[in-house]
């Protein structure tokens, strides 16, 4: 059962963690913390396990071994409250191109049974803060790179999560966009939320 945040737990603990697809070790006994407000980098080449690292912290694949723990409990535990805890930016794009900013963040929030009051509300200040209220009308498949990369980390954030998991948040993107993206992200981390960065 979850119960909150657990005091004096990391955020995030990872221990002895392994994975094998098939015959193929996909990780082989990663361990890592990561505490209240600290903005951590895991880095490795192409195909060496980042995501598949993300998708056991996050629930979306199962571990073979070890121990995964999100404010102390084990999201395998009690899944539904569990994934409430963060959100994710996915290293691929996966917004709705046919409907609009606003309509991709209405969806987000109605599967985290948000009102619909706190989604107009959320939805009003993430557009704000990610600078996109201009947007909120466009379809996304209108959206460049850039802007898409900004909505998933609005998008991400709808629920008001204690974890920002963004896997590649800058991949494809020019020097400039990315130095946009990096300040959001270090502003996030202002203003107080926890983050862990996978490979940009
Ligand atoms: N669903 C899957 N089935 C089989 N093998 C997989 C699966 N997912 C990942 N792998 C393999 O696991 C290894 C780690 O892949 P992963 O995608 O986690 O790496 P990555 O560090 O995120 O790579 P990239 O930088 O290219 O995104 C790779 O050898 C990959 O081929
Ligand atoms: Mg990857």
Not at 161 to 168: A, T
Request: one cysteine or more; a positive charge.
């Amino acid at each position: 059962m979850w119960s909150g945040p657990k005091e004096n737990f990391p955020v995030i603990e990872a221990c002895n963690l392994s994975k094998q697809f098939g015959a193929l070790p996909a990780l082989n006994g990663i361990s890592f913390q990561v505490d209240s407000g600290e903005l951590f980098a895991y880095l490795g080449p192409n195909g060496a396990g980042k995501t598949t690292t993300i998708r056991i912290l996050t629930g979306l694949t199962r571990r073979g071994n070890g121990t995964v723990k999100l404010n102390g409990h084990d999201i395998a535990a009690d899944p539904v409250r569990g994934k409430a805890q963060f959100g994710l930016v996915p290293q691929y794009t996966n917004l709705d191109g046919e409907l609009t900013v606003a309509e991709n963040l209405l969806i987000h929030g109605r599967l985290h049974h948000m009102s619909r009051r706190d989604i107009r509300r959320r939805t009003s200040l993430l557009l704000e803060y990610v600078e996109m209220s201009d947007r909120s009308h466009k379809p996304v498949k209108t959206l460049s790179g850039g802007l898409k990369r900004r909505l998933l980390i609005a998008r991400a954030l709808m629920h008001d999560p204690e974890i920002l998991f963004l896997d590649e948040p800058t991949v494809g993107l020019d020097p400039a966009i990315r130095r946009r993206i990096w300040a959001l992200i270090k502003k996030i981390q202002h203003d107080g939320l926890f983050a862990i960065l996978f490979r940009c």
